[in-house]
């Protein structure tokens, strides 16, 4: 018979050492110690898969889409992810989430159910969006309902539930979900407008009848240059914060994502904080998106495959990414290949 590092060796299995079936107490403690041990593991991993917490000059994305991070120390960790777009680039296609009438029309819910019982659209991790739609940008959008995180094996959504929508939501033209009031909402305009702008913010969620593509969310930052009323807003807490910004001009958008939740790494942004910031890069408008665990960058890399920018967190779970309601990604155009000229 072959010696037992033998069989180790061959892929067979190892006979047990007769030390440790003789003292199965051992044998157990051991067993126990890698089933404890291997939550901590998995959880160093995702610590460990994070971005690094330092500031990245702008870098080309893709045509019209450049990225940037920037990493703050004081009042306390911050990691900020700022993506330019350029709303006029070639090939740039802004795109939302569509119905769940399209999507998984065998869930859709019946006409006449009353507006917290419709369900319209599936929820899905951004990552999947990504790739599900062959998009090169994809961020999470509206707020929604129902949501539970009491513990990382008690969350809802779950991937391919359906959810329900607060506030504006438009797809190639169709509305997914109603305004709401004080509901702001981000629209995207047909490109074959006569109109200059490729977008708007509209303060009362009621997007322009050429709108091709739109987003809500609760709270309008930024209003021509000045500071929104952020009178009963909770005004101290640091939180996870996902901002849309336009210029003047329509023409340029602005993604900001800040992480959070996550204790000596980045723990977050306050509203005042946000609008310190939003101030000091000059921006017009701006509205806040969906937050908190719902903050998902991801992007289209080198292989084709999706890849996440920010660190998520779902559940106290770092690198664990929540299935949300609703998206809004881009399709874009590679940046040329550099020159074979010396």
Not at 49 to 78: D, V, W
Request: hydrophobic share 40%; proline share 12%.
């Amino acid at each position: 018979m072959p010696p037992a590092n033998l069989l180790s060796h061959l892929g067979a299995p190892a006979p047990a050492s007769p030390r440790l079936l003789n003292r199965p107490h051992i044998l157990f403690r051991s067993i126990l110690f890698g089933i404890l041990a291997m939550p901590l593991m998995l959880y160093g991993l995702a610590l460990h898969r994070r971005p690094l917490t330092q500031n990245q000059a702008p870098q080309s994305l893709f045509q019209g889409i450049t990225y940037e991070r920037h990493f703050l120390q004081t009042p306390r960790p911050q990691l900020i992810h700022r993506l330019s777009l350029d709303l006029t680039a070639p090939g740039l296609i802004p795109w939302v989430t569509p119905p769940i009438s399209q999507t998984a029309p065998h869930l859709a819910p019946p006409e006449d159910l009353t507006d917290w019982e419709r369900r319209e659209t599936i929820a899905q991790k951004a990552t999947t969006a990504l790739a599900t739609h062959q998009l090169q940008l994809v961020i999470n959008a509206n707020f929604f309902f129902p949501f539970v995180e009491d513990a990382p094996w008690n969350t809802s959504p779950a991937a391919g539930e359906p959810t329900s929508l607060v506030g504006t939501a438009i797809a190639q033209g169709k509305v997914v979900s109603p305004s709401q009031p004080n509901w702001s909402a981000l629209c995207f305009l047909n490109p074959n407008s006569p109109t200059a702008q490729r977008a708007v913010i509209s303060p009362s969620g009621q997007c322009p009848p050429e709108t091709q593509e739109a987003v809500a969310g609760n709270l309008l930052l930024m209003d021509q240059g000045q500071p929104g009323n952020l009178q009963d807003e909770n005004l101290t807490k640091p939180y996870p914060m996902v901002i849309a910004a336009l210029d003047e001009t329509g023409q340029q958008l602005q993604l900001i994502l800040i992480d959070g939740k996550q204790p000596f790494y980045s723990e977050g942004i306050t509203l005042p904080e946000a609008i310190a910031l939003l101030q000091s890069w000059g921006i017009y408008n701006a509205i806040r998106l969906d937050g908190g665990g719902s903050t998902s960058l991801a992007i289209e890399n080198a292989q084709g495959n999706p890849q996440l920018l920010n660190a998520v967190i779902q559940a106290k779970v770092p690198g664990q990414e929540r299935p949300v309601a609703n998206h809004l990604g881009f399709y874009a155009q590679p940046m040329p290949a550099p020159s074979s000229l010396e």
